[in-house]
């Protein structure tokens, strides 16, 4: 019997394509440490996201063909990933300099569950084995400390801010500074302010992604976000009704007018389904609004989210659905949310250079 060899291996592992870059995962070099012992192989297969949807059939894939080889026998097959970065920030930046991907959570107006998509989404990518951190630019109306059901007060330590953790999450938040009866009323310059020092003096530490939850609109905090933060992408969370989908297309202009990705739309609250009448879907808020604006505007349509008490009864005692309730059928819109998403970094990271900075000039 001919000895199996590494390439042979190789081989065997071709035709396996990746979906996103229409290549075998071979020539795309996501195969390594091919070990050859008599009659057991064992390999690598590295990502370019713990969050890839197609994880668990590339492994299933890679031990059948592995195993259909004359003289193997046994075939070890570990996944792991690297996340790509898709806004090539500079690690001795100053500026979120752990930080792999950096996606803008926003909305053209408050009120459609901007906050609620961001806690989940960043929980969902969380449990996909990523490091995940989770900011709240909002300093207006900071909600993420409910939703994530986390309290206290951040440490410093060498002149830098420790996140609070909640959910294996990194979070940090205005609200963790204020009472819950106290206004913030603050201008331009604080605002500012305080969201540069979210940017710059907090320890996030290594992170794949940092999921910041955008205040409404496209006011002081957007504008310094976006013109300071190394935005990998940005996502729109809309609702189905004329007004909603209006200000979602203010946002979208904003991300586009300072070349910050837009990787689509999600429309929240798209339907309402009984509990006994699984099969029945109600649009209370319209129905299609989302897919018609991404597709006139040119970008992709993420999915509709639908209308779960649980949603709204966790969020407000602190029990994300994704968290709480893991295998309800709106944790899994979320989970697939994540994985596009993903999806969408990665292949941003392979197809866009990194470019120098440019000054932006902003017309008032």
């Given amino acids: 019997m001919t000895p199996v060899t590494r390439d042979a291996v190789l081989d065997a592992l071709r ?3 990746d979906p996103d870059f229409g ?27 713990p969050a890839c949807p197609v994880k668990a059939e590339f ?4 031990r059948e063909r592995v195993l259909a080889l004359d003289g193997v026998e046994n075939v070890d097959v570990t996944m792991t990933a690297n996340t790509r970065d898709a806004a090539h920030a500079q690690p001795d930046a100053e500026v979120l300099p752990g930080v792999k991907n950096t996606i803008a959570v926003a909305s053209g107006k408050g009120g459609v569950g901007k906050s609620t998509v961001a806690v989940n989404l960043a929980l969902a990518l969380g449990k996909t084995g990523a490091s995940v951190g989770l900011m709240d630019a909002d300093v207006y109306g900071p909600s993420i400390p409910l939703l994530m059901g986390v309290d206290g007060r951040p440490q410093a330590t060498d002149k830098k801010v420790k996140p609070l953790d909640a959910f294996g999450v990194k979070v940090m938040s205005m609200g963790f500074f204020v009472t819950d009866d106290s206004p913030v009323i603050w201008r331009g310059p604080m605002v500012h302010g305080l969201v540069r020092q979210f940017l710059t003096d907090v320890d996030w530490g290594e992170l794949d992604y940092l999921v910041v939850d955008m205040p409404p609109g496209t006011g002081d905090a957007a504008l310094t976000l976006t013109q300071q933060a190394p935005l990998a992408g940005a996502i729109i969370v809309t609702t189905s009704n004329d007004l909603s989908l209006t200000d979602a297309r203010k946002g979208l202009r904003m991300f586009k007018q300072v070349q910050v990705p ?3 739309i999600v429309e929240n609250m798209s339907y309402f389904t009984p509990p006994d009448l699984p099969d029945r879907k109600y649009h209370i808020f319209g129905e299609g609004g989302g897919k018609r604006t991404a597709e006139s505007l040119g970008v992709d349509f993420l999915g509709e989210i639908p209308i779960d008490p649980r949603v709204v009864e966790g969020g407000d005692q602190g029990r994300p659905i994704v968290s709480d309730a893991p295998d309800s059928p709106t944790a899994g819109v979320f989970r697939k949310l994540a994985g596009t998403v993903a999806q969408k970094l990665a292949q941003l990271a392979e197809s866009t250079p990194p470019a120098a900075s440019a000054d932006i000039t902003w017309v008032s």
């Fill in 15 to 17: 035709p396996i394509i």
């Fill in 23 to 49: 290549k075998s995962i071979v020539d795309l070099g996501f195969v390594k440490d091919v070990v050859v012992e008599d009659a057991k192989v064992s390999l690598t297969i590295e990502l370019t996201t």
């Fill in 59 to 62: 492994e299933r894939a890679a």
């Fill in 262 to 264: 837009v990787l689509g």
